[in-house]
């Protein structure tokens, strides 16, 4: 029985590497690019406002 005990804890570990694996390889990009390219667009407004008075 101990034998088993000590072939359960590497495929527990196995398992929660496999998990946090998954977990930690996730796309976390929800809103796709239109976000960051209206972030830019405003970013180069700004920039375009800022040097036009100079």
Not at 17 to 45: C, I, M, N, P, Q
């Amino acid at each position: 029985m101990a034998v088993l005990l000590w072939l359960l804890i590497p495929v527990v570990a196995a398992v929660g590497a496999a998990l946090w694996g998954s977990w930690a390889g996730r796309s976390r990009h929800k809103t796709g690019d239109v976000t960051e390219l209206s972030g830019y667009e405003r970013f180069r407004e700004a920039m375009e406002k800022s040097h036009s008075g100079t």
